[in-house]
């Protein structure tokens, strides 16, 4: 258990629960006697995955109501991904308390039927700091950092607007790639863009969806992804412009990475039923829909790698992505 199940045991024991022993690693169980009836609640450990099934769950509150003579039984999920974790267990009466945004959330029983409980769950909360270290320094703000302080760099040092510029500092470009096998290019055009406006579009998308495909898939994985949909896209521009005979332009930019994190959010919202926190694919096929056509109109975009990382990205995310735990599968 972490600091906050840590918390609300040591309150629910003040207020007179004591340890129920079973058999069920990653569950622990709390009873206590109240107007003549016993009372229960089982703290779920889903920090690091889903341990049990909802119909597991359900069995056990099956059987410990059957010994215990009571229908007042309480299971609380610890999470950072509320949506699954409700997915996973649903069918039980159930509350999730979402560590990434130290919230409780209340599902099927009212929470004044437990107040007590509620209120040792409320207080960690309120008394812990809603802004955790991990919800900073995760990597999608790292891969932030890392563009904006690339961007500030060459800035100092000249025109991020100018195509030399740009090449000589690393852009992809035809002849380099393609005929000197500078592959390294396809990697370090990634983290530079062409002007301001370049660089704050890219990471404004990539702020606001980037770390909900890193809840959803896990810090390594999401890597691999956005790494990926990065380096095979600019190779595939790169390709497509040798033969299409655009052996001059210099492409730079995150562009390829962000929209293979797009593709691998539309295929998890596939699989979660249009759903994932606070994004829903109608909002996602808008964005990439929009990016397409704005991207037609302007020439100065590259499509390739815009398309090219949403195929990456979604076939990536198909390989990766596994609904963690789920007791209802498609």
């Known amino acids: ?18 340890p129920l022993s079973i058999n069920m690693p990653g569950v622990v169980m ?14 779920i450990d889903c920090m690091n995955g889903i341990p049990y099934s909802g119909a597991q769950i359900i069995e056990l509150g099956r059987n410990l109501s059957s010994v215990y003579n009571t229908g007042n039984i309480l299971f609380i999920a610890f999470t950072r991904d509320s949506y699954n974790t409700r997915l996973a267990l649903q069918g039980n009466t159930l509350w999730i308390f979402n560590q990434a945004s130290m919230n409780l959330e209340v599902y099927g029983t009212p ?11 409320i ?22 950092l890392i563009n904006a302080i690339v961007f500030i760099i060459m800035a100092q040092g000249g025109k991020t607007t100018n195509p030399y510029y740009l090449y000589i500092k690393g852009g992809a470009i035809v002849p380099g790639v393609i005929d000197y096998n500078q592959y390294w290019r396809l990697f370090t055009s ?7 406006v370049h660089i704050l579009s890219n990471m404004a998308v990539l702020f606001f969806i980037g770390d909900n495909l890193e809840r959803a898939v896990g810090h390594v994985k999401y890597m691999i992804i956005y790494m990926a949909s990065g380096i095979l896209s600019g190779l595939f521009t790169m390709i ?48 990439v829909g929009y990016n397409i056509y704005a991207g037609l109109r302007n020439t100065g975009v590259c499509m390739p790698a815009h398309i ?21 599968e498609d």
């Open 190 to 196: 990634m983290f530079m863009h062409a002007g301001i």
């Open 123 to 144: 207080r960690p909360a309120n008394t812990g700091k809603k802004l955790t270290l991990s919800k900073v320094f995760n990597f999608n703000n790292l891969i932030i």
């Open 240 to 287: 497509y412009y040798n033969l299409t005979g655009n052996f001059n332009t210099v492409c730079v930019g995150a562009s390829g990475a962000i929209f293979g994190v797009v593709g691998a959010l539309i295929y998890i919202l596939i699989k979660n039923k249009g759903k994932l926190e606070d994004l829903t694919l109608p909002a996602m096929g808008l964005f």
């Open 111 to 121: 929470d004044y039927m437990f107040s007590d409980i509620r209120d040792c769950l």
């Open 1 to 18: 258990m972490d600091i906050v199940q840590i918390e609300a045991t040591s309150k629910l024991e003040k207020i007179g629960y004591r």
């Open 30 to 43: 709390h009873i206590k006697m109240i107007g003549g009836v016993y009372t229960l609640v089982g703290f």
């Open 308 to 328: 090219s990382g949403l195929v990456i990205g979604f076939l990536l995310a198909m390989l990766l992505y596994r609904r963690r735990g789920l007791a209802y």
